[in-house]
């Protein structure tokens, strides 16, 4: 194995590590998130104990740490060097990571639905005295977003929760129909997967994925409960999600080139790698430089992410140097 191969095997297990780690502390700090709540807003925080406990929540955070072990597995197993079983390994991460989107979509879903009810009860029992003023503040609370896009209120913050949903939830299906269909690849001979149908569906679900991480900031769970007590993870995949949907859509662009060109260059394909990885790796930092309140529980989160996109950052950088023409000394 090479000295390159063996680095982007590690960052792969960083990545794993890191998204283990997130799991555990999402679903252990639920009592200290409603603690926080309850000091913060008094018993209207109660309302929180359904979403905290709810079977989609726990589920959608289990399934992220087993995608998370299952990633740490799949670079043993390639350290061992068993392609057969690393191969269905990956199938596998692959099928308990888009199961992870699917039941993470629900509990958005959810947990938005269950905010939104917290915050008008807030917000219409703090109406100012003023008829004037308060006719004004209900207007701008039920106003659908801007024509810029713009959230005003608690209206244009449930439609963006919804639809950041909804959009995760028709990304999470599609790839649920590509892992299962790698699976039967996988495990069964003789059977294969179309290439261009492998890559049309992903790029659909990217596409879709990338667009529910753009509206992940904008909506009503993101912007009222990003304090630092993890209920649900703020990204898919431990970054910040404006520059996660970049890569997302740069994923997306790889694969839409690569189902529709004739014969695509094994060069081309490893650029687009490793912008993507770059990216990536980019958001996981920006998602640490732009933490709301670090609490002792998530410094040590902090901490995996600042190494896991700093590490991957330069194995990028030494792979791209590899397509730099070098000069020969005379």
């Given at each position: 194995m090479s000295f390159i191969s063996k680095h982007w095997l590690l960052s792969v297990g960083l990545v794993g590590v890191m998204l283990t780690f997130e799991a555990l502390l999402s679903l252990t700090s639920g009592s200290l998130t409603l603690a926080y709540y309850s000091l913060t807003m008094g018993w209207p925080a109660l309302l929180l104990i359904q979403p905290l406990t709810s079977p989609i929540t726990i589920m959608s955070l289990s399934l992220l740490g087993a995608t998370g072990c299952m990633m740490v597995l799949h670079v043993v197993t390639s350290y061992i060097e068993a392609p057969v079983f690393t191969k269905r390994i990956l199938v596998t991460t692959f099928l308990i990571g888009a199961s992870y989107l699917f039941f993470l979509s629900l509990a958005r879903i959810e947990l938005s639905s269950t905010v939104a009810l917290l915050k008008a009860y807030i917000v219409f029992s703090t109406l100012p005295s003023d008829p004037y003023m308060a006719t004004l503040a209900v207007a701008i609370?039920?106003?659908?977003?801007?024509?810029?896009?713009?959230?005003?209120?608690?209206?244009?913050?449930?439609?963006?929760?919804?639809?950041?949903?909804?959009?995760?939830?028709?990304?999470?299906?599609?790839?649920?129909?590509?892992?299962?269909?790698?699976?039967?690849?996988?495990?069964l001979e003789g059977w294969s997967v179309d290439r261009k149908v492998f890559y049309v569906t992903g790029t659909i679900a990217s596409i879709l994925a990338a667009f529910s991480e753009f509206l992940s900031p904008l909506s009503l769970a993101w912007r009222e409960l990003n304090v630092g007590f993890l209920m649900l993870p703020p990204s898919l995949f431990g970054g910040d999600p404006r520059v996660e949907g970049v890569a997302l859509l740069l994923l997306a662009l790889a694969l839409a080139t690569l189902a529709f060109s004739q014969a695509a260059s094994p060069e081309a394909e490893k650029l687009f790698t490793l912008v993507i990885a770059g990216i990536y790796a980019s958001s996981l930092v920006c998602n640490v430089v732009f933490a709301g309140n670090v609490t002792l529980l998530t410094l040590f989160l902090l901490a995996i992410k600042v190494v896991a996109g700093t590490f991957i950052l330069l194995v990028v950088f030494l792979r791209i140097t590899e397509f730099l023409p070098k000069k020969e000394l005379s």
């Open positions: 609370q039920l106003s659908p977003p801007s024509s810029y896009g713009v959230s005003l209120g608690l209206k244009a913050e449930c439609q963006f929760s919804s639809l950041s949903g909804s959009l995760l939830l028709f990304s999470s299906l599609f790839l649920l129909l590509l892992g299962f269909l790698s699976a039967l690849s996988a495990f």
